[in-house]
């Protein structure tokens, strides 16, 4: 597998969690800066869902023809061998100002 760079979508293998954290494997879009994937073995990641509940922090969108949510409120860092096969890309526009707003003083 390539490197995996920002604004990618992959399954990702989220178990085991626990309590609330958001589970299975599911689509995560990688948030990570592309040359923090290209030398760390870890990448940062937020998982999609159709489902959920609406929130500021949880841009919508749509992939694969489908409206999702990036649940950018449960990022999360993964070791990159819980990563499956890539699925696309989302761009960054449509939810980087969003990050970088909640990760603002």
Known sequence: MGVAKRGEVYWVNLDPTIGSEIQKTRPCLIVSPDDMNAV???????????????L???????????????LLDQL???DRQRL?????KIDLALWHPVLLEMLAF
Do not use: H, N, W, Y
């Open 40 to 54: 760390l073995p870890r990448i940062l990641i937020a998982p999609l869902t159709s489902d959920g509940q609406p």
């Open 56 to 70: 500021g922090c949880r841009p919508e969108v749509e992939f694969k023809g489908k409206s999702a949510r990036i």
């Open 76 to 78: 999360r860092c993964v």
């Open 84 to 88: 499956g096969g890539k699925m696309g």
